[in-house]
Nanobody, 125 residues
Framework: VQLQASGGGLVQAGGSLRLSCKAYGFTLDPYAVGWFRQTPGKEREGISCLSAGDVSTFHADSVKGRFTISRDKARNTVYLQMDSLKPEDTAVYFC???????????????????RGQGTLVTVSS
């Protein structure tokens, strides 16, 4: 079983990217899924989360109004649509779950430990 994030790349400030988190070997639908990002020397930051059943979401203040999280059950994939990107959004992004129903409520959560490899997002000024 694994999670695989993709869709990162180089984009100019103000641009958009859509990240994908696809699950292999298990179904994502029953679980909350979160997106995190990390830069060298810093702890990971939980930025967005979608609960089981898509009932609720969490977005960090730093991305609120710019990032949208969604799920495609047929593709067993969770997406992170990132608009109005800023240079400070530059990081490695990865998705994670802890096979529970609810989202984390803090950017510095120590839950959601089952994660996949990340995808690099670079935003140029």
């Amino acid at each position: 079983v694994q999670l695989q994030a993709s869709g990162g790349g180089l984009v100019q400030a103000g641009g958009s990217l859509r990240l994908s988190c696809k699950a292999y070997g298990f179904t994502l639908d029953p679980y909350a899924v979160g997106w995190f990002r990390q830069t060298p020397g810093k702890e990971r930051e939980g930025i967005s989360c979608l609960s089981a059943g898509d009932v609720s979401t969490f977005h960090a203040d730093s991305v609120k109004g710019r990032f949208t999280i969604s799920r495609d059950k047929a593709r067993n994939t969770v997406y992170l649509q990132m608009d109005s990107l800023k240079p400070e959004d530059t990081a490695v992004y990865f998705c994670a779950t802890d096979f529970a129903l609810v989202c984390f409520t803090s950017t510095q959560t120590h839950t959601f430990e089952f994660r996949g490899q990340g995808t690099l997002v670079t935003v140029s000024s």
